[in-house]
């Protein structure tokens, strides 16, 4: 599907978004810093003030406040639900992705004896990564690794059969790179891992606002993602199959319950930016056409993925023209969210994010983004890392043209 600003509601979508209302230094801010965190959709927004202005209640109380705040949380996860193709009550709720997979890495860690092993990747985020090789160290398990092919941009899966034999007990692979937007050939990996009996355990966080996730039909036992990626608050959400979340045992208080979903749910959660998750996901929705939420979903999804993607080729062709620009990411042939890596010959990357804010209001960010092991297999930390440029629905042809410009005054 090609989707251009004519076929694609541009300016309805950026009056949905108040933080587009910013100026620096007199010019309007453009944010192409999504893949650190989008801005957030006003209906999130309103729904956050409104649980907050009506009174906020803690869990199981005899009063009206409480009763709401139970039912927010039974709505957020019943739109999580139709976000991932998921049960509602396979859907926990927590500080972020981060620390819910420690938590979860914890509790499978009781399940996993001296001479187990783990598979992890090295194009992954390091939250998908060190939560297990912690877990791994404290259980005596063996890690390895799934190897990044430097000239593709791609994971190596040709000894995928040896990475992932009998004794492998878990595997952590990403959806897609935060840093250079691969979207991983999946289906390779967990068929694989189904083979040995093994659990896999995905991170979403980059891949959920691009691209649409049916955790089942993945295969994926666990799937983690935060809201503050997809137009919401800073929440993290762990989706996890039934099967497994009943026999998992978090470390938590005493008197905390013990079934799930609400076992890994430790302490009281934060009730507010719960209540601005469905808000966020129903802006998908708003794309879309179906009977079912899940089904407006899927193809609301599929008109922001074409938007994105058109915008993304024009950047990628634009900064590929420019003499002293070296993009790193996959070739055509490979899928991608719309996120653009790439160094200035000459400049450091900070500086030209410096630069790039000061004199043109663009906001964009450097370093490694915690891909820290794909930046040492590629060799551009000592450089100061990559600038990345992630592309969101509320973006425009006109802020991409900008940036080509700005970027080719350097």
């Known amino acids: 599907m090609k989707i251009t600003e004519t076929t694609f509601p541009i300016t309805e979508v950026r009056e949905q978004f108040p933080a587009l209302k910013r100026t620096y230094h007199g010019k309007p801010a453009a944010y ?88 992890v990747t090295e194009m992954d985020h390091r939250a998908n990564v060190d939560p297990w090789l912690l877990m791994a160290q404290d259980r ?10 430097t000239g593709s941009l791609t994971l190596d ?15 952590a ?10 979207i991983v050939d999946l289906e390779p990996i967990t068929k694989r891992a189904k083979e040995v009996g093994a659990l896999v355990a995905a991170d979403a966080v980059h891949a959920a606002p691009h691209m649409l996730i049916d955790r089942d039909r993945m295969d994926i036992d666990i799937l983690l993602c ?30 905390a319950p013990s079934y799930y979903p609400d076992k890994l749910e430790t302490g009281t959660q934060n009730h507010e930016g719960i209540a ?14 179906g009977e079912t939420r899940r089904q407006r979903i899927e193809s609301g999804l599929e008109k922001i993925e074409a938007y994105e993607n058109s915008l993304a080729s024009r950047l990628r062709e634009g900064l590929a023209a420019i003499e002293g620009v070296t993009l790193f990411e996959a ?17 450091e990357p900070e500086e030209v994010c410096k630069i790039m804010a000061e004199e043109h209001s663009i906001f ?16 551009i930390n000592k450089t100061g890392g990559w600038i990345r440029a992630g592309l969101a629905p509320y973006n425009t042809f006109e802020e991409v043209e900008r940036f080509i410009k700005a970027v080719s005054r350097l």
């Open 157 to 171: 899966l040709s000894d995928l059969n040896e990475v992932i034999n009998d004794k492998t007990k878990l595997v």
């Open 276 to 289: 601005g998750i469905q808000a966020a996901i129903e802006f998908f929705a708003s794309f879309g056409e």
């Open 173 to 182: 692979v990403g959806l897609a790179s935060n840093a250079v937007g691969t």
């Open 226 to 255: 935060s809201a503050y990626k997809f137009f919401g608050p800073h929440i993290g959400i762990a989706a996890i199959k039934e099967d497994i979340f009943k026999d998992l045992e978090p470390y938590k208080l005493v008197p």
């Open 364 to 379: 964009i960010a450097s370093g490694h983004f915690y891909a820290s092991t794909l930046a040492e297999r590629l060799d």
């Open 140 to 149: 005596g398990l063996t890690v390895r690794w799934i190897r990044v092919d």
């Open 32 to 119: 192409f810093d999504g893949p650190g965190g989008s801005q957030v959709v006003k209906s999130s927004i309103q729904a956050i003030a409104a649980y907050m202005e009506n009174g906020g209640g803690n869990l199981h109380g005899c009063f009206p406040s409480s009763w709401e705040t139970e039912e927010i949380i039974a709505e957020a996860k019943k739109a999580v639900g139709d976000f991932l193709g998921v049960q509602t009550n396979e859907v926990a709720f927590g500080a972020n992705m981060t620390t819910l997979t420690i938590a979860i890495a914890n509790a499978l860690g009781k399940q996993f004896q001296s001479g187990d092993e783990i598979v």
């Open 331 to 347: 070739d055509r042939s490979i899928p991608k969210t719309p996120t653009i890596a790439f160094q200035v010959s000459g400049v």
